[in-house]
Each structure stands twice: as structure tokens, then as C-alpha cells.
């Protein structure tokens, strides 16, 4: 069965402060790997999205990484701002099927407090 | 601006109604999806379609029902028969995997929140 798992569960920094958030996936055949930011009450948007033969990608402050051999994953945050505080959900996209076929992570709750 | 819009953001439900979600989007994505959120859990799909006047079941249809008659358009109903309808509902479109090789143009709504009352 095709899973995606994250760690933390939840995660509290200090503003300003860098962390990592984890994922780790048993999808398989693999095709690619996003991480989405999801404010509370609002639907998920896109942060990065790396195919199996890319490792690492960069949007501003959010940089992921990949390692397929392993299938781990991970997000850097870098000087976070109080505006991070969301959830961060890891989906990961086999490579036969559509969009149907996405496994979703259950998130890690980051807060970023001052 | 093109991207998907859900209303209402909020809705309340008594036992035994049916209501209706509505999905809208400008993007001219062909493939639209709807999900299932709970707290601690994933997102779990309910239903999809690739292309208008046609859908397929996610991995928890039961209680549901939707239609495609618009490709702008994909409205979801939930029905009395759906005992744990409590949830935050987000609908998703796209362009379909063939021809969009990993659905990098897979967008949300900003989501429905369903309470049964």
C-alpha cells in the first residue's frame, strides 16, 4: 500500500529561527514528489514539486530535498516568518495513473512565535 | 485572475439533508477532483473526473454523489447516507497526467467547511 509519513507531527520555532520538516514515502513506481503549504481554513498551495531525478529545489525561503534511493524527503524553512505557521503536507504522485493517484501525508503543524 | 473557486465556505446540515458543495474553475483544466479532509488524517478522495459528462468513485464515495455537466464545473453532493459528514471539503483540478507528465498544474479551492447539526 502506497503511504506517505511526516515528521513532526507538529512543530513550534522562534521567528527567525530555520527548520527541517520530513517525509518519508513507499510509493512506488515513483514519478514525483510536492510539498504544500496549507493556512488554516484554506486549501493547500503548492511550494515545490520534484520529479525522481531532480534533488533539490528552491521557492524563496522553502527549499526541498529529495532522495529517492531512500525515498525521504525533507523542507527547509529559512528565517521563518510568522506568516509559515501552517500545516505542511508532503504528496507524492506514482508514475501510472492521473491525479486520482496521489497519496497525501497528514501534515506537520508548524507555529512560528515571536 | 484563472483558479478555483468553492462555495459556500461554510455549511450546516441537519440530520438527514442532502447538501450540495459547488466547485468552479477558469483554468480550462480538464480533470477535477474532490477530497475529504479530517484532522490527523490525509487527504482522501471521493470523486474525479477526467472529462466532462463522465467521473469515477475515490476511495470513499459511499454517501456521496456529483456531476460533470460543465467543464467548469464540478458540484458535490452530500447525501443522507453519509453518517460522518463533519469535514473540510476541497475540490482540485488539473490537467490530466498524460499530457501534463505529474500534474504540475494541480490547483485547490480554498475549501468548504461542512458541520452537521
Known amino acids: 500500500k502506497n503511504q506517505v509519513?511526516?515528521?513532526?507531527?507538529?512543530?513550534?520555532?522562534?521567528e527567525g529561527k530555520n527548520c527541517t520538516l520530513q517525509c518519508n514515502y513507499t510509493v512506488s513506481p515513483f514519478s514525483n514528489l510536492r510539498?504544500?503549504?496549507?493556512?488554516?481554513g484554506r486549501g493547500p498551495v503548492s511550494?515545490?514539486?520534484?520529479?525522481?531525478?531532480?534533488?533539490?529545489?528552491?521557492n524563496g525561503r522553502y527549499t526541498a530535498t529529495l532522495d529517492a534511493d531512500t525515498k525521504q524527503s525533507?523542507?527547509?524553512i529559512t528565517a521563518s516568518q510568522l506568516s509559515d505557521s501552517a500545516s505542511y503536507i508532503c504528496v507524492v504522485s506514482p508514475s501510472t495513473g492521473g491525479g486520482n493517484k496521489l497519496t497525501f501525508g497528514?501534515?506537520?503543524?508548524?507555529?512560528?512565535?515571536? | 485572475d484563472g483558479g478555483i473557486t468553492q462555495s459556500p465556505k461554510y455549511l450546516f446540515r441537519k440530520e438527514g439533508q442532502n447538501v450540495t458543495l459547488s466547485?468552479?474553475?477558469n483554468l480550462n483544466h480538464d480533470a477535477m477532483y474532490w477530497y475529504r479532509q479530517?484532522?490527523?488524517?490525509?487527504l482522501r478522495l471521493i470523486y474525479y473526473s477526467q472529462i466532462v459528462n463522465d467521473f469515477q468513485k475515490g476511495d470513499i464515495a459511499e454517501g456521496y454523489s456529483v456531476s460533470?455537466?460543465?467543464?467548469?464545473?464540478?458540484p458535490l453532493t452530500v447525501t443522507s447516507a453519509q453518517k460522518n459528514p463533519t469535514a473540510f471539503y476541497l475540490c482540485a483540478s488539473s490537467i490530466p497526467g498524460s499530457r501534463d507528465r505529474g500534474n504540475y498544474g494541480y490547483t485547490f479551492g480554498s475549501g468548504t467547511r461542512l458541520t452537521v447539526v
Request: charged share 25%; hydrophobic share 25%.
Open chain 1, 5 to 14: 509519513e511526516q515528521s513532526p507531527q507538529s512543530l513550534i520555532i522562534l
Open chain 2, 68 to 74: 460533470r455537466e460543465k467543464k467548469e464545473s464540478f
Open chain 1, 35 to 40: 510539498w504544500y503549504k496549507q493556512d488554516t
Open chain 1, 74 to 76: 525533507s523542507l527547509h
Open chain 2, 38 to 42: 479530517d484532522p490527523g488524517q490525509g
Open chain 1, 47 to 58: 511550494l515545490t514539486i520534484m520529479t525522481f531525478s531532480e534533488n533539490t529545489k528552491s
Open chain 1, 106 to 114: 497528514t501534515g506537520t503543524q508548524l507555529k512560528v512565535e515571536l
Open chain 2, 23 to 25: 466547485c468552479e474553475q
